[in-house]
Antibody, heavy 122, light 112 residues
Framework: EVQLVQSGAEVKKPGESLKISCKGS????????IGWVRQMPGKGLEWMGI????????RYSPSFQGQVTISADKSISTAYLQWSSLKASDTAMYYC???????????????WGQGTLVTVSS | QSVLTQPPSVSGAPGQRVTISCTGS?????????VHWYQQLPGTAPKLLIY???NRPSGVPDRFSGSKSGTSASLAITGLQAEDEADYYC????????????FGTGTKVTVL
């Protein structure tokens, strides 16, 4: 059974750093991309970026390029989303999800993690 | 601001049929890229509902159906049930946004 299990909720202060995780199991972690999706309180879904753990090829949404870092450790089947200096506007639920590709550019997300709530407040 | 526009809300009585539109442009849906749909029940992660415009993953009831025409796509729910009350999002690829796969603005379905 494919599972994506995310790390627990975080409460941080503005300016602090943070790294949240997403552990994949039930499939070959290095053979599938992993993506991250943001959902701000009461708002919709926003695609942030994706990574291929096999070679760490990473693609970012223009809206998130330079704001976050996506990485992966294939030895422990875990993907990460990282901030170097959090802002209050980073307060959101973050989901990891596995893309299912069906073309050079197109995919949909067939498996999702349970979400990690990040709260940034002074 | 998403490039895929959905109505903020739709509602219907149990047993009725409701449709949700997803309006795009010539750089996404109109360019021939497929549309996918997700259901997000309150307090839970999104779940894939329709992929490739009209395909249902295993386990999704056939009350849910999808279609695409021109620069728009639609999700239809027939025989509306109380458990269908949720947020619904479309998703597609947009060639003008550096390889972004974008989500729609989202639609809240209320069962009256």
């Amino acid at each position: 059974e494919v599972q994506l299990v995310q790390s627990g909720a975080e409460v941080k202060k503005p300016g602090e750093s943070l790294k949240i995780s997403c552990k994949g199991s039930g499939y070959s972690f290095t053979s599938y991309w992993i993506g991250w999706v943001r959902q701000m309180p009461g708002k919709g879904l926003e695609w942030m970026g994706i990574i291929y753990p096999g070679d760490s090829d990473t693609r970012y949404s223009p809206s998130f390029q330079g704001q976050v870092t996506i990485s992966a450790d294939k030895s422990i089947s875990t993907a990460y989303l990282q901030w170097s200096s959090l802002k209050a506007s980073d307060t959101a639920m973050y989901y990891c999800a596995r893309p299912a590709w069906f073309g050079e550019y197109e995919y949909y997300f067939d498996y999702w993690g349970q979400g990690t709530l990040v709260t940034v407040s002074s | 601001q998403s490039v895929l526009t959905q109505p903020p809300s739709v509602s219907g009585a149990p047993g009725q049929r409701v449709t949700i539109s997803c309006t795009g442009s010539s750089s996404n849906i109109g360019a021939g890229y497929d549309v996918h749909w997700y259901q997000q029940l309150p307090g839970t992660a999104p779940k894939l509902l329709i992929y490739g415009n009209s395909n249902r993953p295993s386990g999704v009831p056939d009350r849910f159906s999808g279609s695409k025409s021109g620069t728009s796509a639609s999700l239809a729910i027939t025989g509306l049930q109380a458990e269908d009350e949720a947020d619904y999002y479309c998703q597609s690829y947009d060639s003008s946004l550096s390889g972004s796969n974008v989500f729609g603005t989202g639609t809240k379905v209320t069962v009256l």
